[in-house]
C-alpha cells in the first residue's frame, strides 16, 4: 500500500516531538465567528441548498443494503428519501413521495421489497423508481405514465460507502469531491470490504456544525472527559494536513509515553495514535487499529437547533476476522456502548448547552484557536460552499 501525503511514522513522529515541546500543529491565525451561524433559519436554508443540494455527502455504508431490493428510508436536509440496491448492484436513491397525490411511499426505516406500493390509493413502482401499476387505470385518462416514476436523486457508490448530493437536478463525482488525496486515503483503507456492524442514530435540539466541530477538537479532551477519553488520548497534540475539503490529524495515545524520553528508532508507532479525518461536508472517519467509526451530521430540515447524528461502526466482516460470531458481537455492542456513555454523559450536555446558549439575544461572538485546525478547516469550507452563489 503506497502511503499518501507525508507517511504516518513521519507524521507520529512530528507529533512526539509536539508533546515533548508542549505544540501541536497549528494556523497561523485565530478565526472571530458569529453565534447566529448556529440559529439563523436563513443560513441554515443556505448550508442545505448550496452545501447538501450541491456536493456529495455520505449516507450510509453500501453493506446495509447488501441484496436486490433491500432499502432504507432516511430524512436528508432537503429531501426523505428511499436508498434501495438495484438488480444489477447498483444504488438508487428515490425521493419518497407518491407521483399521484404525494404520499410517503414507503414508512418502513428499512426492509427488502421487490416493488413499492403507495399505501394510499395503491399506485406501485418497481425498485428502480419505474411506475408499474396505476390502480383503475381506464378511469385515469391520458396521464403520461413515464413522467410518473419516482423522482431520483445522483447517487455514487464509492470506498464501501453511499454518497448523494441531495437535489435531483444535481450531478455527482464523488472522487472529484474528494480530491486526489482524500480519494485515496479511503482506498487504501478497504472500507468497500467491510460491514457496518453497528449504527446508531441521535436527534439532538443542537446545529448540526456544533455537534460534528466537538468531533473535530483535540482541545477539550482533557477538560470535559478527564475520566474517560483524557485517561487515553493526550490533549491538544496534533499532527494535521489540510486537503481543501477535507483533512486529515492524528492524535497521539497515552501508550506512547515511554518513548517521550527513549528514542523509538525506526519502529512502528502507529498503534499508539488514532487517525481522525473530516470528510466533508458532514463526516468524521477515525481509524482505529481494527475498524472505523463513521459520525454523520444532517441538519433538520427546517430547524437550524436540531440536527441527525449517525454513528457506526465499520469493520472486517465476521469470516475476514477470524472470530467467532459471539466474540464478534460481544466487541461491537462493547464498543458502541462506550462511544455512546461518553457521548451521553460528557459531549451532548455541553452542546446542549451550547445551542440554548447561543440563542441569547446578546451572545456574543467566538474565537477558533490556532491549535483548533480542522474546526478552521470545518468552517472555512462551509462559509466557501455557502458563499458560493
Ligand atoms: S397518493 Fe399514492 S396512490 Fe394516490
Ligand atoms: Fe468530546
Known sequence: MTEVGIPREERIRRALDHLRNDTTDEFEHVTWFEPVEFTDPEIAKLERERVFGRVPSIIIHGSEIPRAGDFVTLQLPRNNVIVVRQRDGSVKTLVNQCRHRGAMVEKEEKGRCRLFSCPYHRWSYDTDGALRTITRDNT????????????????????????????????????????????????????DKMVTTRVQRFDEPVNWKLMQDAFLDGYHIQYAHPNTAAKHIHTNVMAFEDFGHHCRFLNLRKTIDRWIEEDPGDRSLAEHVTESHL???????LKQPDHFQLLTFRPHRSDPQRCHMEIRLIAPTLEDS???????????DKNVEILIAVLHNEDFPILRGSQVAMDSANAGNMLLGRNEVANQVFRREIQKLVGEN
Open 140 to 191: 385515469f385518462g391520458d396521464a403520461d405514465r413515464s413522467e410518473r416514476n419516482l423522482v431520483q436523486l445522483p447517487t455514487e457508490e464509492r470506498h464501501g460507502f453511499v454518497w448523494v448530493v441531495d437535489d435531483a437536478d444535481a450531478t455527482i463525482d464523488v472522487a472529484d469531491w474528494l480530491g486526489p488525496e482524500m480519494d485515496s486515503i479511503m482506498g487504501s483503507y478497504g472500507m
Open 279 to 285: 470528510v466533508g461536508p458532514n463526516s468524521t472517519l
Open 322 to 332: 477470524g472470530m467467532t460470531e459471539e466474540r464478534w458481537n460481544r466487541i461491537w
